[in-house]
């Protein structure tokens, strides 16, 4: 086997501000795009985040369709539900306003409006093909509501295949936004369980992309463009994984006990932007491979703070049972690499001593 020799850093551009959401309908009219389709899910609907957005491109004259059926936890069902209204809108650009299901159910809608094909053909192998992404595909503005997925930075988007009862994906580099809008504004909002399960999802990302096999002992493709999306971790996704790692530490818990506080809650934002910046270019690894299962077997849990019309597991909790108890102890697949710089701070003390010592027992 010959290893690979190189990776290649892709990022999404992001801006970050309060109050940065009023801006999406200036960034639609100046690139030209007339006529978008607007996804968000039934809560989020009648909430500020989405009515500032449909303001913004009202008073820029841009033409727009809201689809406000999005899944949370989504399924192939409810995707090609957001496709075929897509296909039928033909929409020159989308903007998605929520968390990871609602920025993953428009990058699906933004590829098969796109490029037509049987939804397993773009699906990750063994379940699906696995083929790339043809081409470019339209404007894709993505607005978080939640601090967790990363999904604003990523090429990544992840559903329930019902038939088997599991987790599966799609990962092309051309899924990414065209634009992440970090508005801390849009997280106020957000319930402390649903802040909880998105910050822990935050912290294994950093975890997965920091541990994960390195890039150099991976098996070289044979052309640039069937290198992965999830490349293996590198110099430059383990900076953000570290850097990830202290703002989670300072401000994870501040930003669940208390809604209002803004800079908690920015700077959560900005972490999952981080982790999705380190994980999305260097991949994840036995955690949220083993989450899966756990939420697709979900029979009738049904979450405090989360939509109660189906029953879920949190994607984070999910992950976060799994990371912990089975995986970090251990060191994920065996690297000797050093998790201390992974827990740096007071933030990361618990009961006198650091989360490297205790877990190391």
């Avoid at 850093?9 to 607007?38: C, H, K, P, W, Y």
């Avoid at 990302?205 to 999830?230: G, K, V």
């Avoid at 984070?316 to 990371?323: I, P, S, Y």
Wanted: net charge negative.
């Amino acid at each position: 086997m010959e290893h690979e020799y190189a990776f290649e850093m892709a990022a999404s551009s992001i801006r970050f501000g309060q109050g940065a959401t009023r801006e999406v309908g200036m960034d639609l009219s100046e690139r030209g795009v007339n006529r978008v389709m607007v996804l968000t899910d039934p809560v989020l609907r009648d909430l500020v985040p989405v009515q500032t957005v449909l303001e913004a491109l009202s008073e820029e004259k841009v033409a727009y369709s809201l689809f406000d059926r999005v899944r949370i936890e989504p399924t192939d069902s409810s995707f090609q539900e957001a496709i075929a209204f897509a296909v039928a809108g033909e929409f020159d650009g989308f903007v998605a306003v929520g968390g990871g299901s609602t920025m993953d159910t428009a990058k699906v809608a933004n590829l098969f409006s796109s490029y037509p094909a049987d939804l397993l053909d773009y699906v990750n192998p063994p379940i699906g093909k696995g083929l790339p992404v043809p081409g470019e595909l339209k404007p894709l503005y993505a607005i978080p509501t939640t601090a967790g997925t990363g999904s604003e930075t990523t090429g990544v988007a992840i559903f329930d295949l019902e038939a088997m009862h599991a987790k599966t994906g799609i990962a092309d580099r051309r899924l990414k936004p065209t634009l992440g809008i970090v508005d801390p504004d849009n997280t106020r909002s957000l319930p402390p369980m649903a802040a909880a399960c998105t910050g822990l999802d935050v912290f294994t990302h950093a975890i997965e992309s920091y541990t994960t096999l390195p890039f150099s002992q991976r098996e070289r493709p044979e052309r640039p463009i069937l290198r992965p999306a999830y490349q293996g971790s590198n110099p430059i996704s383990d900076i953000w994984a570290l850097e990830t790692m202290r703002i989670v530490g300072k401000y994870f818990i501040r930003a669940v006990e208390d809604s209002e506080d803004s800079k908690a809650r920015g700077m959560m934002l900005l972490a999952a932007c981080f982790a999705g910046l380190g994980f999305g270019n260097a991949g994840l690894t036995i955690p949220h491979g083993m989450s899966y299962p756990v939420s697709g077997m979900v029979k009738d849990y049904h979450p405090e703070g989360y939509p109660a019309d189906h029953p879920m597991i949190p994607h984070g909790m999910a992950v976060v049972l799994n990371a912990l108890p089975a995986v970090v102890p251990k060191g994920i697949c065996g690297l000797p690499r050093p998790l201390a710089r992974m827990f740096p701070g007071p933030g990361w003390k618990m009961r006198g001593k650091s989360w490297p010592t205790r877990l190391s027992k």
